[in-house]
């Protein structure tokens, strides 16, 4: 079998499936709004680790990833289902019923209604999937293919914390994980936050001709925009806002690295028409490159040096 | 942690996500109709076994244990999505190739659209969340909250059939697989057939006033139905249509308390008031008994022995 991402080509070509391939699918669904919806699949052990999460933590972080699907489209969330795969050991504990209350705080402040799933019995291993849909103005949901060339792109926020916070987690390598700036990362890691009122902002101003979120990691999810969106990209190492707290944590070399291709950062990357740069009134938004005709190929010029880009962020395939 | 259903009633008492509870949520979508939607977790070594099932039988038995779920509120299924966990050693395999092919025979023959989903690589096993949504005429599924006392209880099919092949799969005890009694029963186990077109049926002509699938077995279903609609039932056993080749394979006691008892049958269970049973030109539903006031309390008689009985049917925890 092939890669994930080259499976799901192979689905979506194979049958027709093409509603398959963005962030959200785009459904109809009123003479006013699309319905989004998303589901992402969360697996002990591949995708978290039960020693570094409570359960709470666990909750916010299975809701948070899929929001974050839905402020990509520039989406108002709505509903959510839940389906969990439970080991009987955990069952027998508080972990569940703590994990939704994890789940539930973040879903009361994005008015998220939990209107379904289902709870299975595991062998092993917890596992969550995480289904989210939203509404979305008729038509004017923000894809991953409307990017062009001579647009600009730009991230929201800093890159690389999370896989910096995983790094952490993952090694021990002799940082004191109570300190400021590692708490900060790990956090990151563990907590990270859904831009939705940004992608809302975003869908509203109808300024952005792409969007998608950092969840596979920049180099790969640039590439996803310019799959979609048949076009290529140049960055600027020397633009990238990388997370401040993995700067004084890590050297300058492994911060790029992990700014570039470490994944669950969770920003929103977007490509602006250049006449529509000025209208851009959100704060918190770094130029980082710009769009090319290079069909599908990523250049990052670092320090007068310019290199390809591989898709070099996280795959389970 | 209390048990499965208990805990879903505390979930939703605790947060108020009163669209929680029957086959399908229902949620508004537009002027003419409703969506309904659900999600079915099914986990390798609990709720399938991968020694039984061929890939493509799973992906058949994934999409049609949802279908059942539409079929239940008298919905048209329209697009569904695949979250997938899978071991790298079936990911090596054609198997994920295959589960599709069985998952999108089936959805053709209901025009079901794949429109997402997630892949996640899991340490040992296998696991599938199939979600699917589908349309209901504005206000108009059919429920498990609109039984009334004096409805006459019908079921479609045959029951107790597929609890018959998962006994055969399990034990191995005897008896020939390949006689046609018993292949039967192993089919009706692996291979599900969803009731949907009845579903419209019953959804178009407004003779019913609850409905559900048979997922978890009778004894369980009639519970759900007299939960949710705040009654009781009677049944006879002699009405009972038990599967004939569960009959001629297995003890009649063993028959009857398949029939009460075991899962997986996904035929339609449906209270029809007393006024509009003339109207009931549907082949293939009997009537088994009665709903009463009772709250709560579902009676068998058999042979002259009223018995009550209990929601024995298949639960995780």
Redesign the interface.
């Given at each position: 079998?092939k890669g994930?991402f080259e499976?799901?080509q192979?689905?979506k070509n194979s049958?027709g499936?093409n509603?398959?391939g963005d962030d959200?699918?785009v459904?109809p669904?009123?003479?006013d709004f699309d319905?989004v919806?998303?589901?992402?699949?969360?697996?002990?052990?591949?995708?978290f680790n039960l020693e570094w999460a409570k359960p709470e933590v666990l909750g916010h972080k299975a809701l948070a990833i899929s929001l974050s699907d839905i402020a990509a489209m520039g989406a108002e969330p709505t509903?959510a289902?839940l389906?969990?795969?439970?080991p009987?050991s955990l069952?027998?504990?508080?972990f569940?019923?703590r994990f939704?209350e994890g789940w539930?705080a973040l879903a009361a402040e994005f008015n998220v209604?939990?209107?379904?799933?289902?709870?299975?019995?595991?062998?092993?291993?917890f596992?969550v999937?995480s289904?989210i849909?939203g509404d979305v103005p008729k038509g004017l949901a923000i894809t991953r293919s409307g990017a062009k060339p001579g647009d600009l792109v730009f991230v929201s926020g800093q890159l690389g914390g999370a896989a910096g916070g995983l790094k952490l987690l993952q090694n021990f390598i002799g940082k004191d994980l109570n300190k400021a700036e590692t708490a900060k990362l790990i956090e990151r890691q563990l907590q990270p936050t859904p831009h939705v009122a940004l992608g809302r902002e975003l869908q509203r101003s109808k300024v952005a001709s792409a969007m998608i979120d950092i969840s596979d990691g920049l180099s790969s999810d640039i590439h996803h925009i310019c799959e979609q969106s048949g076009v290529g990209a140049e960055l600027d190492a020397s633009l990238l806002p990388i997370d401040i707290n993995l700067k004084s944590t890590f050297e300058p070399d492994e911060s790029l690295s992990l700014a570039l291709n470490g994944g669950e950062d969770f920003e929103l990357l977007i490509t602006v028409p250049e006449q529509n740069v000025s209208l851009l009134t959100m704060e918190d938004l770094t130029r980082i490159g710009v769009i090319t005709s290079n069909i599908n190929v990523v250049g990052l010029t670092n320090k007068g040096r310019r290199t390809e880009l591989d898709s070099s962020g996280y795959r389970?395939?």
């Open positions: 079998m994930e499976f799901i192979y689905i049958y499936f509603a398959i959200c699918a459904l669904k009123n003479s319905l919806v998303t589901a992402d699949l969360l697996v002990e052990g591949i995708d509903w289902m389906s969990l795969a439970v009987s069952w027998e504990t508080d569940v019923k939704y539930t209604e939990l209107v379904g799933g289902d709870i299975s019995r595991s062998t092993e291993r596992a999937d289904i849909s389970h395939f």
